[in-house]
C-alpha cells in the first residue's frame, strides 16, 4: 500500500467506516492548504471518502485535491473549506531534527525519540507523530503511534 492511502493501527476504531479523518487523508490537506472540518467530512459521501483516502500525493494531484475540495466543500452545509498555507518545510517534513513539541510529548510519556528514530520513519509516520504531539491534542493515540511504529521500548 502506498504512503499516501495507508492507514495506521492506531486508527483502526474509525477506519473502518472513515468517520474521522485519517492521517493520510489529513497530511493531504496539509500539503494541499486546506482546513477541512469534520462536518465537512462527514458531509461528503462515504465512496467520496475513500476517493480522498486513495487520492494521490504528488504535486500535481495535490492541486487537484486542493481545487475538487474547494468546489464539493461550497455545496455543503458549512461553506466552502478553508484556504491556509500549504505545508512546505513543516517539521514532519524535516528529518535532520525531531520537532521539540513531539520531543516534550514523549519525555511526559516516560519515552524518549531521537534522531536516528525519527530519520527511520517516512514522511507519513513523522507527520502523524508530530500530529499526534499537538498541544491541546488528546494524546491518547501518541503511545499507539510509538508502539506501532518500533518505538516503544516495550516492543510491538
Avoid at 469534520?38 to 480522498?52: D, I, K, V
Avoid at 508530530?130 to 491518547?140: D, F, Q
Amino acid at each position: 500500500m502506498s504512503l499516501h492511502e495507508r492507514c495506521f493501527a492506531f486508527e483502526a476504531d474509525f477506519v473502518d467506516d472513515l468517520r474521522c479523518l485519517p492521517m493520510a487523508v489529513r497530511r493531504k490537506l496539509d500539503l494541499a492548504g486546506i482546513k477541512l472540518k469534520l462536518s465537512h467530512w462527514h458531509g461528503l459521501e462515504p465512496s467520496e471518502r475513500e476517493q480522498l483516502l486513495a487520492w494521490a500525493d504528488g504535486p500535481g494531484a495535490i492541486a487537484e485535491l486542493r481545487q475538487w475540495l474547494q468546489g464539493r466543500t461550497a455545496q455543503l452545509a458549512d461553506g466552502p473549506a478553508r484556504a491556509m498555507e500549504p505545508a512546505i518545510a513543516a517539521d514532519w517534513q524535516q528529518a535532520e531534527v525531531v520537532p521539540e513539541r513531539l520531543r516534550a510529548a514523549c519525555q511526559q510519556l516516560g519515552r524518549s525519540l531521537d534522531l536516528v528514530q525519527w530519520q527511520g520513519l517516512d514522511e507519513l509516520q513523522r507527520f502523524a507523530l508530530a500530529k499526534l504531539s499537538h498541544p491541546g491534542h488528546e494524546h491518547r493515540n501518541l503511545p499507539r503511534a510509538l508502539k506501532e511504529f518500533g518505538l516503544d521500548p516495550e516492543g510491538p
